[in-house]
Structures are given as C-alpha cells and as structure tokens.
C-alpha cells in the first residue's frame, strides 16, 4: 500500500481509529500545520460508511471534500459502497478499510490556487496526467485573466488573483525533481501573463475607467503580492532562482518609476483606496528589509564563514536592496502626495506611524545586524584578510538599503530640524555603522562607494562621516549623467556615444595663458564641461587628463591672484579668497568670475589642488547660509574689532553712529546705509543689530553678485554645489592640497612597479604576491638608487618631481593615499638611453637602467628641470 494515498479505518469494539495519512499529504499541501497521524472517530454498526469517513474529514478541516463522491472505498481488495452501512457491508472488527482519492474529482472542485499548489505534486504521483493537468490549470487561469483582458472586472475578483499570483511566484521557482523545470518554466510563464494583465488593467483603471478606483488599487495590490514573494527566497547558488529574484527586481523597479512619473496615488481619487494601497506598500517593505536582515543575520551567525561564501549571495542581495529601494520610492510618492488622492485629506501621523512601525523595527535590525557583520570582519584572522574587498559592495548595498529605509520611516514631527533627512534614532545606528573602521574601508573603495545611493552624499546627519573619494566619485557621475541628458534632449546621442571626438580647447602657455583660456573655456556648454573637459596647448601634440591637470595648476595663480582683481585675500588667512567688491570696475567681471567657478568646479573633477582656501564667507554665500561675525574676523580683523568694541561698549550712543558704515572703496571712503532708517543712532539697546547689518553688507551684500556668478560656473561643471557635499574644512583640502612634506617612505610605499621580474614595490604587492613574498625578492639596483636620491632631495626639488610625475603642484588632501590611482614606475626598453619620460595621465614615470647611479641623477635632474611641455617621446 502507498502511504499517501489510503486511509485506514480500524474498528475496534464499536469505535474507529483512523490513520489518514492520506489526508496528512493534503494538509501539508493545503495548509501549513502537521496532523497527527492516528486519531478515533466513534461509529455505530448502523452508520452508513461514508458518515464515519466524512466526520473524520471533518475533524482535520476537510469537511468540504465530499466523501461520497471523491474518494474510493475498499474492504479486503472489495470496494464497499460509501452508503452501505458499517454491518451491511460485513466489515467487522480488526477489518481495514481502504480510501483512495478521485483526483479527477478533487480538481474540479479545488479552487485555482489549490490547483496551482498541487500541481507538482499531482504531476510526481500521476505522471502520465502531466499534459491534462497542466492544460487545465492553464486554461484555469486563462478564464480567471480574461475579465482583466476585456476590462469587465471588479475590485473582488481582481483581489482573488492576488493569492493566485502568490501561488504562481512559489510555482516558478519549483526544481529538485524530474518534471519540475518544465513546471518552473510555466509557472514563470504564467506569473508573468498574469502580472502583465494585472499592471495594465492598472493603468487602464486609472485613466480610461476613474469611477473605480477599488479596481485600480486591487490591481497594483495584487501585483505586489505576486512580486514580493520573490524576493524573499533565499538562493544559494541557483542560477534559475537567481534570474527569477532578478526579473521581480526589475519588473517593482519599472513599475516604482512608472507611478512616480505618473503621479500615483493623486489618480487613484479615493481616500480608502489609496491608505490601503500605503499599508500595502509598508508592509511589503517590512518583509523585503526582513529578508535582507536575515541575509546579514545568516552571515553573521557562521553559516557562511569564509568571505567567499559571500558571493553566493550577491543576487539576492542585489535584489532585495533593488526591491527595498523601489517600494520606498514607491511609498515616498503617497507620503509626498499629502491629502493621498485629490478628493482625501491626509492620513495624520499616528497612521504614518503604525503603517511604518513594522519598516523601523526592521530597519533598527537590520542596522543592528550590519553593525555586527563589519565588527565581525573586523575580527576575522590574518589569512582571511585579502578576501576582506569581496565584501566591500555587499556591505555598502546593505549601508544603502538602511539608509533607503531610514528616510521612508521619517515622519514630520520627529524632524530636528528642517533639513533633517532621517530620525535621530535611524542617524545614530547609522553613524555607528559609518564609525566602522571596516565600513569606512569599503566606501573608500570603488566597489564600495560605486553602489552607494547618492542620497546618502546629501544627506545632513551623515555627509561628514562619508569618505572624501566616495563623494568625489557621485560628483563625477552627477556631472556625466547630467551631461547625457543634456545630449539627448538636444538629439545629440551620437556625439554622447562619442565623446572622445569632443576637440579640446587650444591654449596658449606662459603670459597669454589666462587670455586665451578665458576664450576657449567661457563658450563651452555645460554639457560639455560635465564630462571633464580636456585640453591641449598650442604647439603640442599631447592631450588628456595629464595635461588638464597641468592647464589647472598653471591657471589657478593668475586667476585668483589679488592683482587681477577679481578676488582678495582674508587678513586673517592669506591663503583664504572672497570674492572682491571692487571686481566690477574689471571690464567682463562676471564672465571672468563664471569662469573661476568653471575652473574650481574642473579641479574638483579631476582631483587637482589649486593652493588656496575658500573664505568661510565664500563658502557660506555658496551655500546659502548667513555670515556671523566669527566670518568677518576672518577676512577684516580691524573691521570685526571695530564692530566688537561698539557691541562691547556699555554707552554706544557716545561713539556718535547713526546706521551708516564708512567703508574704503578704491583708496575712497565712502558712507553706505544700513537698514531701512540710516538716520537712526546706535545706542545699547540697537547695537547688536548695527553690527549684524555691518557684517550681513560687508560679506554678502555688497558681493552678492559677485557670489551668484561663481557659484554658476561651479553649476556649469557640477549638478551639485559642493557645499552640499563637503564642509568648509573638506573643501579646503581637497582646493588647497595636502600641506605635510613629501615622505619618500610614504612616496615609496603607495608606488608599484611594472617591468622588473620578480619585484612589484609595495603598492603592487597584493597583485601578483603576499608581502612575505615581496620581503624574499631583491629590489632592482636602479630603484633603490632611484630612492636613495629621492631621498636626498630638497622639499621643492621633491615637489618639482612629483609634479613632472603627475603634473600636480601638491599632494591631495588624503597624502598619497588620496591619488586617484596609484603611482607606478615602469622599466624603459632595455637599449634605450633616453632621459625619464612622465605618462601623467596614468601617474606613470619611465625609467631606463642606468648603469650607475651618477648617470640616474644626471637624467633625473635634465628631465625635471625641462619637464615644462606635452611632446611626443
């Protein structure tokens, strides 16, 4: 007997003890929970056998199967009528009686998910019914699609298909077993006719039927229900079940955007509609944000304790993080839409609150879990340490996905203030995600801060704990992305597929320098200065990154220098520059200043240290932020201790001071109002606002305009001020460089080696072998004269080298550490005897093998002291 299809009735003395192990296959089929596999049933002799059969279906929950026309009775090999009574039909005690299913009939009466979860399992018990179920329930779901098709469907029978759409994502995703990829393969079939049907009749309810919005939202329910399911299976390595979680992406992706293109939920046009749809939304986030907790939570826990069992992981990660961001997207576009619907009023924050309660919850875990993952990699042994940057993506996914999550949970009254981003709980758990050494390790990488959601750049609570190449990074591709656009509104996707056929601008070198870049920089469309402009200088062949950063470097001193006008410096901090107020007597003032913006904007681009500071004036006025008197010290010290002792006074008035500031204007004093009544006199009680006023002209007002024009050439290179991204104290390293000496161990640890067999230099160790290796090899003789003299250089013949290495006048502000690539030297020809060549573009010097070391500093010192020029070699 096969244990899953009979059912064994024993009657002993009156009373029947059932064994319906039959009916176990069911339950587990049809619902989640066990059944015990032996229970009575009490039965008289008069009793018909179908009613002792049908009570014990009963009590298991299967009173709807009727016993008398779906199963089959048998007694001893005999059937036996389930209207014959117990006595009738001889069966005494200690008998058996045998029940097996009428497939055919339980079918017909099983509604289309029951169809759709039995069917592999029908399928492996009755193989040779595998073309005839599978017909059936096809043609099943074909009726149930075909009133979404003729656009004849109610809010009920769209809710139907929502567990029916659950169904067919588990169905999809069914393998282990002969016939059961055939099944997947329809199941996905069928998962994606159906959630195609369910989106357009979305859109169509929306637009061609608004008098049913239950429809509508019905709809977009049940596409979620058919799609969230996906993305909490859990996929090892297989690669089927990878495509699919993919494909669920994509498709709450596409759809995420769509309905924030297309203004959802304002069209929906009813309140219940649409807060249905909202705690849809929350409660589907809750799960996704769960499944990727879990994810780190298995990590964690030592199921896959080597690094590289990571990997495995990587697709679901990808997709959860890509589902998390999408259903917040999603749900952003209702809490963004205030009243929810045109005709609603806005649900009040206790809702927002219970809705998202789940979200928080789940987001404090999974910052709680992620916290723990970077702790634990921390702790991870020596020889695990190179596997730590398989890591760095993983982790910066799921620092994104928090982040995501914590600004969806923000609610108007947990706002400290109003640039707030995220709840001071949420920033706290992520700052100490942020503090993580490990964490901070893989948004310095590019695998790392690749992936990062930009947002998090913007965001006020965490901008200071982002590292600096990361920010640099988004900077960079805001920049391109708005370029491309730019393109394509323009009809211009060729030129974007091209962009190396751009010309670079032509200057001249030397006094004409600031002139002829002046003109060739100012005409340039912004479009084309967001991809990083290149240039190349007269007379000379060689253009690329090399020689921009060399154009910056040469251009910056005349264009900020006090002598042209445009900008001074702060007499507290010489290295600091303002705008100047007196830059309008210059003729083309303001295109030269748009100019300078352009050129600041370029430098942040392309890495390169221009050697001067940003007042904090100037970086308040691009900012938009009031100055305060701690700002004028810094570019007036007289006129702020001026300001003081009048503040400071006990009796003002006896300075005799009306509202009027006396300011030096082009070796004249001239009276400037301030206020709205510059009769009035300064007495005690007006004295701290005469001094605001007097700082407020002094350092905003007065250059006002001056400001607005810099800040444009900067937005002319970068989608983002600056000043969004970085603090004053972040910006000034990265404009004015790193202000330490040049440490030739530094120098010599962060530069590899190509070209020397066996020997790579410390910053080319991990490529090729391990540093225990390195320490067996022998360094060539001509590097270590190469040290040896680099080392016996003075401060500024150290500085000339570096710049005929990578045309930068400093080191960034991060050192040598903070290069966008590493430094490299690379072994010249064998025959030749040639000079050091500089490949600045790539950060590479090429050095021959000197046969002494004489003859190393000779060419060394020839090559730099005529480094000037870009030629051919």
């Known amino acids: 007997m096969h244990r899953y299809n009979q059912l064994r009735l024993s009657l002993v003395a009156g009373r029947a003890v059932a064994a319906l ?4 296959l069911l339950r587990s089929l049809l619902a989640p929970s066990a059944l015990p596999s032996v229970y009575s049933a009490e039965a008289r002799g008069c009793e018909e056998v179908g009613q002792v059969c049908q009570r014990a279906l009963e009590r298991e929950g299967f009173g709807r199967l009727d016993a008398y026309t779906q199963v089959y009775i048998s007694c001893g090999g005999r059937p036996v009528s389930p209207r014959a009574t117990l006595d009738a039909a001889g069966v005494k005690a200690l008998c058996t009686l045998h029940i097996q ?4 009939a339980i079918a017909a009466r099983m509604s289309l998910r029951e169809q759709l979860l ?3 399992q ?62 997947s393969a329809l199941g996905f079939q069928w998962l994606d006719s159906a959630l195609t049907a369910l989106q357009q009749h979305f859109w169509r309810a929306l637009h061609a039927d608004p008098t049913q919005p239950e429809a509508a939202g019905a709809c977009a329910q049940a596409f979620l229900e058919g799609l969230v399911p996906l993305l909490l299976y859990k996929l090892g390595d297989v690669f089927l079940h990878k495509q699919r979680v993919l494909w669920a992406a994509k498709m709450l992706r596409s759809f995420a955007a769509q309905c924030k293109a297309a203004g959802v939920p304002a069209q929906l046009k009813c309140q219940d509609v649409a807060e249905r749809l909202a705690r849809c939304l929350a409660s589907s986030l809750a799960r996704v944000v769960e499944a990727t907790a879990d994810i780190a939570q298995d990590v964690q826990s030592g199921r896959y304790c080597r690094l590289w069992g990571l990997e495995t992981w990587q697709a679901q990660l990808d997709a959860t993080v890509d589902g998390v961001r999408s259903l917040a997207k999603l749900l952003a576009c209702f809490k963004a839409a205030g009243g929810m619907c045109a005709q609603g009023s806005a649900p009040s924050q206790q809702q927002w609150g219970s809705w998202l309660q789940p979200v928080a919850e789940q987001t404090e875990r999974l910052c709680g879990q992620l916290l723990g993952l970077c702790q634990w990699l921390e702790k991870l042994p020596e020889s695990d340490n190179e596997q730590l940057p398989r890591t760095f993506r993983w982790l910066a996914k799921l620092l994104g996905a928090s982040f995501v999550c914590a600004e969806i949970i923000r609610l108007p009254s947990t706002r400290t203030s109003p640039d707030a981003h995220i709840t001071p709980t949420c920033c706290q758990h992520l700052l100490n995600v942020l503090s993580s050494p490990v964490m901070q390790m893989a948004l310095q990488d590019a695998s790392g801060y690749s992936v990062l959601p930009r947002r998090v750049l913007l965001s006020p609570e965490l901008r200071d704990s982002i590292p600096t190449a990361a920010k640099l990074f988004h900077l960079g591709q805001w920049s391109r992305d708005l370029s491309r656009r730019a393109d394509t509104a323009e009809g211009e996707e060729e030129e974007e597929e091209h962009e190396d056929a751009i010309e670079p601008l032509e200057v001249q070198r030397g006094e004409e320098l600031l002139e002829s870049s002046y003109a060739e920089l100012l005409p340039v469309r912004p479009a084309h200065l967001h991809r990083g402009l290149q240039v190349q200088f007269a007379g000379e062949p060689g253009h690329g990154a090399g020689v921009t950063r060399e154009w910056l470097t040469l251009l910056a001193p005349q264009l900020f220098c ?88 006990k009796d003002p008035s006896a300075f005799g001071l009306t509202f009027m500031l006396s300011l030096d204007h082009l070796g004249q004093s001239v009276e400037v109002p301030l206020g709205d009544d510059p009769a009035l006199h300064v007495t005690a009680a007006n004295s701290q606002l005469y001094a605001d006023l007097a700082v407020e002209h002094v ?13 444009q050439g900067l937005m002319d290179v970068l989608k983002v001020c600056p000043t969004r991204l970085f603090s004053l104290a972040a910006l000034n390293d990265l404009l004015a460089g790193s202000s330490g000496s040049l440490c030739v161990e530094q120098w010599r640890q962060h530069t590899r080696c190509i070209g020397w067999d066996g ?8 490529d090729e072998m391990e540093e225990d ?11 270590r004269w190469f040290w040896l003299l680099v080392g016996q250089m003075r401060e500024a013949q150290r500085a000339a080298l570096l710049r005929f290495w990578t045309s930068l006048p400093t080191l960034p502000s991060g050192g040598f550490a903070g290069l966008p690539q590493p430094l490299t030297i690379v072994r010249a020809e064998p025959a030749s005897q040639r000079m050091p060549l500089a490949h600045t573009c790539f950060y590479e010097l090429v050095l021959p093998d000197y046969p002494d070391v004489l003859a190393l500093a000779g060419g060394l010192a020839e090559a730099v002291a005529h480094a000037e020029g870009f030629g051919m070699a």
């Open 21 to 24: 192990r039959f009916l176990s």
């Open 759 to 766: 020997w790579r230099g410390p910053a080319g160790a991990a």
């Open 101 to 104: 299913p009428n497939p055919a």
């Open 122 to 183: 029908r399928l492996e018990r009755f193989p040779d019914s595998a073309k005839t179920e599978m017909d059936s329930v096809g043609l099943a779901l074909q009726l149930a699609l075909a009133p979404l098709q003729r656009a004849e469907v109610d809010a009920a029978t769209v809710e139907g298909l929502g567990k029916t759409v659950e169904a067919l994502a588990s169905l999809s995703l069914l393998l282990d077993f002969p016939g059961k990829p055939a099944v």
């Open 773 to 783: 290796e390195l320490d067996d090899q022998q360094e060539p003789e001509v590097l």
């Open 562 to 649: 006090p002598e042209l006008g445009l900008f001074v410096r702060c007499g507290a901090n010489p290295l600091a520059v303002l705008p100047s107020a007196t830059a309008s007597v210059q003729p083309n003032h303001k295109e030269y200043l748009r100019v300078a913006g352009r050129v600041m904007g370029l430098a942040l681009l392309h890495g390169v240290p221009l050697g001067f500071h940003l007042a904090s004036a100037f970086y308040k006025g691009l900012a938009g932020q009031r100055v305060a008197m701690d700002d004028l010290q810094e570019a007036d010290p007289q006129l702020a201790q001026s300001l003081r002792s009048i503040t400071g006074a």
């Open 118 to 120: 039995l069917l592999p």
């Open 699 to 711: 350092l905003s007002g007065r250059i006002v305009a001056e400001l607005a024009v810099v800040k």
